[in-house]
């Protein structure tokens, strides 16, 4: 059974760190792109930032990018996003995605979705 499931989501204050994991069972994550997406109160879910398949890596969003950084580690099929100098507009529930291709910004191409981390940032 193919399944997503994220951790370490929380509630920080402005300028923490949290870093998020993505577990992968069912399947090898090297073999897929993954995706971090979030969905902010009101707001339409955005990428963030994608690893692909070779580790090529990307971030959408301007606001992101010096502050968060996505890696994966093949022994423990997981992926991370790691978020320092977090601000209250990174509040959001996270979500990590897999598609089997190259890396996408566009939710509508990514297979395999987890239940998503809540991440709370206070001012």
């Known amino acids: 059974q193919v399944q997503l499931v994220e951790s370490g989501g929380g509630l920080v204050q402005a300028g923490d760190s949290l870093r998020l994991s993505c577990a992968a069972s069912g399947f090898t994550l090297d073999t897929y792109a993954v995706g971090w997406f979030r969905q902010a109160p009101g707001k339409e879910r955005e990428g963030v930032s994608c690893?692909?398949?070779?580790?090529?890596?990307?971030y959408y969003p301007e606001s992101v990018k010096g502050r968060f950084t996505i890696s994966r580690d093949s022994a423990k099929n997981t992926a991370y996003l790691q978020m320092n100098a977090l601000k209250p507009e990174d509040t959001a529930v996270y979500y990590c995605?897999?598609?089997?291709?190259?890396?996408?910004?566009?939710?509508?191409?990514?297979?395999?979705w987890g239940q998503g981390t809540q991440v709370t940032v206070s001012s």
């Open positions: 690893i692909s398949r070779r580790d090529v890596i990307t």
């Open positions: 995605a897999v598609l089997p291709g190259y890396c996408s910004p566009y939710e509508s191409q990514y297979d395999h």
